[in-house]
DNA sequence: CTCCAGTAGTTGCATGATGAAACCATGTTG
DNA sequence: CAACATGGTTTCATCATGCAACTACTGGAG
């Protein structure tokens, strides 16, 4: 068996995000669904993209509990595709991408929207990693430590 | 003619990270880079990875101008891969996918390890949005402009 | 009710991407 | 120079992706 490598059983959690979100399409069928998009013709059309790995991306999403499918909503007998909490805890990683590319982009000019404050139409900052005390840190202020055994005991 | 369709073109900054990041074993690489790894065998026995694709993706990367490869360093006449600023600006991406593991994976107890400020060996703090004067920003916060095209007059 | 159009998929097939192992080129060691 | 390690490339089988065609169901017009 060849089988593309899964990360299912790594331990780092990296991989394990990659598990459920690193396919070619996964994130940014996410993307159009925090913007709003909620049924599959919607998707298929604002993204392009095939309508067979639409339908195996958007199962894959349900089966990992980022997506989830209801009933209705605008009167007609199909369903549509919402975000779970955990799907829209991804924000974070999409600002982290978006802001990748607008820092070192080749070409920033082709970029066509910013992310913005809704209140002051103005950029949001760019992500900070910071201490408990929050002290503002660089990747070379951190470093992994294994994780504390959760006590087994009574 | 079939092939994977790119995000090359594509005026989403999102989209345009993924054509270079999105590959399922890249950001693994970059992991692994800046953890210090710099040696083809050195990637190829920590990742695990087929050798072929390894040296498929670390060119991509190179391509991209994340890593770049240096002559020597340790007296072998070999080459080695550095991460280039661009690959380095790359951790606020890996550090939201790993946030995003630790709070919604399904089986948390199997990930090893946990992002820590060296100084105080306590877990950084997760990242937070914010506009410009400083205020938390929740996603509902935000919404998308047009980019203003850059003045060409005079 | 019947016909037609639109939505939401599934299926088949061609091709690109991936993985394992073998092969090779170069440098390094004895 | 022979033997070995490093750093790949090549080969081939399998998986994933993409496109097109097809099906199932819905809803509306006549």
Not at 81 to 103: D, M, N
Request: overall charge positive; glycine content about 8%; proline content about 6%.
């Amino acid at each position: 068996m060849v089988k593309r490598t899964s990360f299912e059983g790594d331990s780092c959690p990296i991989a394990r995000s990659l598990e459920a979100l690193g396919d070619w399409w996964s994130l940014l069928i996410i993307r159009e669904a925090l913007f709003g998009v909620r049924r599959f013709g919607e998707f298929q059309s604002k993204l392009g993209m095939a309508k067979n790995i639409l339908s195996a991306r958007l199962r894959s999403l349900v089966d990992h509990g980022i997506l989830e499918t209801a009933p209705a909503s605008d009167g007609s007998a199909y369903q549509e595709y919402l975000l779970t909490p955990k799907g829209r805890g991804t924000f974070p990683i999409l600002v982290a991408l978006r802001q990748w590319s607008e820092a070192f982009d080749d070409h920033p000019e082709e970029i066509a929207t910013i992310l913005v404050d809704r209140a002051k139409g103005r950029p949001v900052k760019k992500l900070e990693m910071r201490a408990e005390d929050g002290r503002l840190l660089s990747p070379a202020d951190t470093t992994l430590k294994p994780r504390p055994a959760r006590r087994r005991s009574a």
